[in-house]
């Protein structure tokens, strides 16, 4: 009769390099949802505010599509920022804290969502302000 004794292991913590790779996907998805609802704000705040008093604008097919283009090298830009994320915490977090990798992701990941919305917001504010 043969025994085997199973060696169990205590869960660790994975690395700095494999946890910011598999929030990757979270994170770009987030930023495309962001544009899309800053897209929509940029869209109602101009319809209701801006175009009545401005015979000339509109919001067409082909200025549409060209901040759609500039949107998407914007979210390639902000991935390359998303590497100051996993680079700080290698910096910052010598103990492999778990909870300080969540901190970091989360606020990387609200300004970055947060950021497209500063369009609207100065589009809206330029109105307000002439």
């Known amino acids: 009769m043969t025994s085997t004794i199973e060696i169990l292991e205590e ?21 495309v949802v962001a544009g899309i609802f800053a897209f ?54 010598k103990d492999n804290h778990h909870q300080f990798r969540v901190n970091l992701f989360n606020a990387g990941f609200w300004f970055s969502f947060a950021l497209p919305f500063l369009i609207p917001l100065l589009v809206f504010g330029t109105y307000l302000v002439n």
């Open 40 to 93: 929509l704000c940029y869209c109602l705040i101009a319809t209701y505010f801006i175009a009545p008093y401005e015979p000339d604008f509109e919001i067409n097919g082909i200025a549409t599509f060209l901040q759609g283009i500039g949107y998407l090298t914007m979210i390639g830009v902000a991935n390359v920022f998303y590497y100051l994320g996993n680079f700080l915490d290698r910096l910052f977090n």
């Open 11 to 31: 869960p660790t913590e994975p690395t700095a390099k494999a946890w910011w790779a598999a929030k990757r996907i979270k994170y770009n998805i987030g930023l």
